[in-house]
């Protein structure tokens, strides 16, 4: 299971669903992953770390096979998106969650410090027109 968070958005996607033609410029389909707003992935993940699987953003079911499935919950228009997984793929989901491996700090870039970076144009820089 691959999260990816930018732009306000959070998007959950089965990597099972790569193949060898798959590399970090593919793009991925919508049909292919969930997407929810950081705030509601937030609320699953506080939810999840507090114990609960009800009445979260997005919601998992136990399959008659045993295999679990995740979708959406988000109050929009169900777009039939259902990532399914086993037991011990989603446990080691979860134990993502709970280790805080998704939290949005870990997807963003630092802001560059002043003390760090000189932002004086170089002579180089100083070349490249506006």
């Given at each position: 299971m691959r999260v990816a968070r930018k732009h306000g958005w959070t998007?959950?996607?089965?990597d099972k669903c790569a193949t060898a033609a798959t590399t970090a410029?593919?793009?991925?389909?919508?049909?292919?992953?969930?997407?929810?707003?950081?705030?509601?992935?937030?609320k699953y993940q506080a939810g999840i770390r507090?114990?609960?699987?009800?009445?979260?953003p997005i919601t998992q079911l136990r399959r008659p096979d045993g295999r679990y499935v995740?979708?959406?919950?988000t109050g929009r228009r169900a777009t039939d998106v259902?990532?399914?997984?086993?037991?011990?793929?989603?446990?080691?989901f979860h134990h993502g969650v709970r280790t805080h491996e998704f939290d949005l700090h870990r997807f963003t870039a630092p802001a560059l410090d002043g003390a760090e970076y000189d932002?004086?144009?170089?002579?180089?820089?100083?070349?490249?027109?506006?």
């Open positions: 998007a959950v996607w089965d410029a593919t793009a991925v389909g919508s049909t292919e992953m969930l997407l929810v707003t950081d705030e509601q992935f937030d507090a114990g609960r699987t009800e009445r979260l995740l979708r959406t919950e259902e990532l399914v997984f086993d037991r011990a793929e989603l446990d080691a932002t004086r144009a170089s002579s180089l820089t100083a070349r490249i027109p506006a």
